[in-house]
């Protein structure tokens, strides 16, 4: 469908503020808690990445863990998530 000029402008500026404002506002739903989960046997050279809640399309969905190959010399720590006030950010795992 062909729009006017000055209509595609429009609608392009609503929906950019429009994300703009949800990215401004946070996720003000705290995490459930975490999962229980059975974690498989230990591999020799992989270190366990615990399973997490992720945020999509507004809503939380469980990722599981999983085996990250090691780094030698380093240590993995986890993500987690943050409280900021009214809002949660989720902190990705990272390689120290």
Do not use: C
Not at 31 to 58: I, L, M, S
Not at 76 to 82: C, V
């Amino acid at each position: 469908m062909n729009r006017p000029p000055l209509q595609r402008v429009l609608v392009a500026a609503f929906a950019a503020l429009a994300t703009s404002a949800v990215l401004a506002r946070g996720i003000t739903l705290a995490p459930p808690p975490p999962r229980a989960e059975e974690v498989p046997q230990a591999r020799a050279g992989y270190v366990w990445d615990p399973g997490h809640w992720n945020w999509v399309r507004g809503r939380y969905v469980w990722a599981d863990g999983r085996w990250l190959e090691d780094r030698p010399d380093h240590h993995w720590t986890p993500g987690q998530w943050i409280s900021e006030g009214r809002t949660w950010r989720w902190e990705p795992g990272k390689w120290d």
